[in-house]
């Protein structure tokens, strides 16, 4: 099954190479791609965050494949553990999907109209995250998810 991540902005810093190394390893287990969007605003540009968060959410929903699953991951959505995770993404794959679409937005969250696009709003955290600190978080739990379903022995947490 084929998985898409969206991101606004790109990793840099000490964070980088994490999120590269994740995802590498998340390409184990799923046909991973993903596709960095430049946020809208710019830095010190003064614009509101609405007007961010629709020219970001013009750039994400034109990238989003053709049949997939859109999840978008926001704080205002459901938190599963990582076992359901790997199940629910390992139904999906089994169901024969075209792939699920994940929705990392930039510093202003992601558009109104992106999230009523979504099929599901999942949230790592009732914690506000950077973006940055989000995409690490999903490519460790799609490499987890992938040994979970592989029964490999990543993963400690139990079921």
Request: overall charge positive.
């Amino acid at each position: 099954m084929k998985i898409s991540v969206l991101v606004v902005g790109r990793s840099r810093g000490p964070l980088a190479s994490a999120v590269r190394s994740f995802e590498e390893r998340s390409a184990r287990y799923w046909k991973l791609e993903v596709i960095e969007v430049r946020a809208g605003g710019g830095r010190g540009r003064g614009m509101e965050p609405a007007s961010v968060r629709s020219v970001e959410g013009e750039r994400l929903v034109r990238r989003i494949p053709a049949g997939s699953e859109v999840w978008a991951l926001t704080r205002g959505g459901g938190g599963l553990s990582s076992g359901a995770f790997a199940r629910l993404l390992g139904s999906r794959a089994t169901e024969g999907r075209s792939g699920v679409t994940f929705l990392v937005g930039g510093a202003f969250g992601l558009a109104p109209a992106l999230l009523s696009r979504a099929d599901r709003h999942l949230a790592f955290s009732e914690m506000t995250l950077p973006h940055e600190f989000a995409r690490l978080f999903l490519a460790e739990q799609l490499y987890r998810a992938g040994t979970i379903l592989r029964g490999e022995p990543y993963h400690k947490g139990g079921a």
